[in-house]
Each structure stands twice: as structure tokens, then as C-alpha cells.
């Protein structure tokens, strides 16, 4: 599969993930020769912005109940048709916090970084930092107009996110996003529940507390798929010949 239909596959993969949480009705159906012509777009040549080949194709969502937040898909340090891609660097989380502090992205919005390459560790650990420092600054300006704003459409769409759940960037290689993780045979639904009272419910009903409940790492694709914050749970619907469906559930850390 060549890095078009990559870019391309990645779409459709990220419309399907996304459509329970996300208005994905903007994304559209393309075919290869439209998303090739949009792969090779120039890049922009200023340091600030510059995210190699393949930013034509990057786009942003609204979030179905909280309209007022975006989530951004940006294809970063992309190579020209037919050649290599060169490393990723801890340099992109520079990059990504500029977008921020410039105001090219909504403060409170979040971000996923697609590239060409493998996420290693210390590239996982950078971004681990980078949310830390996001949350931080969130943390300290949580009483702006737009947070007002964001407020007030929670309430009338009786719809809970928490500070946490905004302001959240997550790195995937792209060989991740050409098919459908969520929809595979072996792979149970999951489900994120992030309202306080709901997981609450949970605990009650299980007769357990949120440190004894199995753990999902923040940094599981699955987890990055569903935007799960520390603290937050995660229904897996499993089947059994003997019992039928059952939930099981898992803390995200």
C-alpha cells in the first residue's frame, strides 16, 4: 500500500472511530487521484507551520454535543511521493504547542498527529509531557468566555466532559489508522464513560473502587481512540457461548 492510499484509508478509518463523539459528516469521501492532488499541495515555508508533505489533507471536526470544540487531524513531516520519511523528533511537541500559544488552533481544542513512522517510547513520553504542560495551562485559565461557552452547551445537551477531556493531543503511526482496529473480530466494543455519577453507578454495582478495577494505559490505542483521560472508564462488552454478553471494565491510567 503506498502512502496515498495510507492518507486515504486513514480517513475513512477516522471517520468510522470518530462518528459516536465527533460530527464527521464534513469529512469527505474522496477518491485516490483527490487526495493525491491534496497530498502534494506545497507546504507552507514558514517554520511555524510547516508540517511537511500530505497537510492538504489535514481537516478538523466538531464535536457533536460540545460545538464549540474542534478536534484537529494533522499530517505531520509527511514524505514526497516516493521517498523516505525522515525520523519524527521531540521537535513536533514544540510545534504543537506554538499552535496553541499562537491562537491557530482554539485553546481548548485537542489534536491527533499522524506520521510515517513508528511511535517509539521516548516520542510516546514527550507527548505524555506535552499534556501535562496543556493541562496545566488549562487548569489555570478555566473561567474564559469559551470555557463559559463550552459550559453552557454541556448543560443543555446534558452531556459531561471534564477539563481533562479537552486540550488532548495524541501522536499515531498511520499503519494504525488503515483499517479499523475498533471493528476487528478478536476486538470487543469499548466504551468510554467519563461523567463522574455514571462511573460511580459502576462501582456501586461492582462493589469495588476505581483503584480496584483493571487498568487501561492512557497511551493503548484503543485509549488514544477514545480520548480516555486518567480517571475515566472503559466498557469492554465481551461474549461468551455460556453467558452471553457481558461488560467488563477497565480504569484508564
Known amino acids: 500500500m503506498d502512502i496515498v492510499e495510507k492518507v486515504n484509508n486513514s480517513r475513512y478509518t477516522l471517520k468510522d472511530i470518530l462518528s459516536d463523539e465527533w460530527d464527521t459528516s464534513t469529512i469527505a469521501e474522496l477518491s485516490r487521484d483527490e ?150 473480530r478478536l476486538v470487543p466494543e469499548h466504551k468510554q464513560i467519563r461523567d463522574p455519577q455514571k462511573i460511580q453507578e459502576i462501582l456501586d454495582k461492582c462493589n469495588c473502587s476505581l483503584q480496584q478495577l483493571p487498568i487501561i494505559l492512557k497511551n493503548d490505542p484503543i485509549a488514544k481512540f477514545k480520548r480516555l483521560a486518567t480517571g475515566d472508564v472503559c466498557e469492554i462488552t465481551r461474549k461468551s457461548v455460556k453467558c452471553g454478553n457481558y461488560p467488563f471494565y477497565r480504569v484508564c491510567k
Open 35 to 184: 487526495i493525491e492532488k491534496m497530498y502534494t499541495i506545497p507546504s507552507s515555508t514558514s517554520n511555524l507551520v510547516a508540517l511537511g508533505n500530505a497537510s492538504g489533507c489535514n481537516f478538523s471536526v466538531k464535536h457533536k454535543y460540545v460545538p464549540s470544540t474542534r478536534l484537529h487531524i494533522i499530517y505531520y513531516n509527511f514524505p514526497e511521493i516516493g521517498r523516505q520519511s525522515s525520523k519524527v523528533t521531540k521537535l513536533v511537541c514544540d510545534k504543537v504547542e506554538a499552535f496553541y500559544s499562537t491562537g491557530m488552533i482554539n485553546y481548548e481544542d485537542s489534536v491527533f498527529i499522524i506520521i510515517n513512522d513508528a511511535v517509539s517510547e521516548s516520542l510516546e513520553k514527550s507527548f505524555n509531557d506535552l499534556n501535562v504542560r496543556l493541562m496545566n495551562e488549562l487548569d489555570s485559565n478555566t473561567d474564559t468566555e469559551s470555557m463559559k461557552q463550552i459550559k453552557k452547551e454541556m448543560v443543555e445537551n446534558d452531556y459531561v466532559l471534564q477539563f481533562k477531556h479537552f486540550k488532548n493531543v495524541h501522536i499515531f503511526d498511520i499503519n494504525s489508522l488503515t483499517n479499523n482496529l475498533l471493528k476487528h
